[in-house]
């Protein structure tokens, strides 16, 4: 960064794939297709670094645990200077050492991407893995459960592939099968009986 001309401005582009996350060794995200575009300015004392980062990372489906492709789109800003040793005096300001005189960004360039992803990660509606879509909907009591969307595409898998429940009550839609008693105590203790 030292060799770079005041007042000008740099253009670099990179193309992150899946060797770069391994690479990089982060636990978020092992695989992707992302594009960097990097724009660097030489401002008297300081550098002004903005990422334009766009592509698809894969992550693990955090209700079916299949492999899904998450879209990225981020903008990003650093600032660099320069001082004695190395400091991150904010998440948008960083000094590195006179000595060295440059940055590697790659580190970077992950963070703002992981930092990129929603906090949920779920297949669209349809999109999550059978079996397993139908096996949670057995091991969830429907009266906790929070989901409505993953519920309602349950019932419809379990009505396709015939395994629905039959003991249920055809007027209130409840089973009719016993229910645990430690469910049925913990029923007892929020009211609803």
Not at 34 to 45: C, M, R, T
Not at 57 to 62: F, K, Q
Not at 77 to 101: C, K, N, P, Q
Not at 124 to 143: A, S
Request: proline share 3%; with cysteine.
């Amino acid at each position: 960064m030292k060799n770079l001309t005041p007042g000008a401005a740099y253009q670099f582009d990179y193309v992150l794939g899946d060797d770069f996350f391994e690479r990089v060794d982060g636990s978020e995200i092992r695989q992707g297709n992302i594009n960097v575009s990097l724009s660097v300015v030489h401002i008297s004392s300081a550098f002004e670094l903005d990422f334009h980062i766009d592509g698809v990372v894969t992550m693990t489906c955090d209700r079916c645990l299949d492999d899904m492709e998450v879209p990225v789109v981020t903008e990003n800003r650093l600032l660099v200077t320069f001082g004695e040793t190395y400091a991150e005096i904010s998440d948008e300001h960083i000094v590195v050492s006179e000595d060295e005189g440059f940055i590697n960004v790659a580190w970077y360039m992950y963070e703002f991407i992981a930092l990129a992803v929603p906090v949920k990660r779920v297949h669209e509606t349809g999109g999550c893995n059978e079996m397993m879509v139908l096996k949670l909907k057995e091991l969830c009591v429907d009266e906790i459960a929070e989901d409505e969307d993953f519920f309602r595409e349950a019932d419809e898998l379990g009505e396709m592939n015939g395994s629905d429940d039959d003991d249920a009550d055809p007027v209130s839609g409840k089973s009719n099968k016993p229910i645990d008693p430690r469910w049925e105590a913990l029923r007892n203790l929020i009211g609803n009986n």
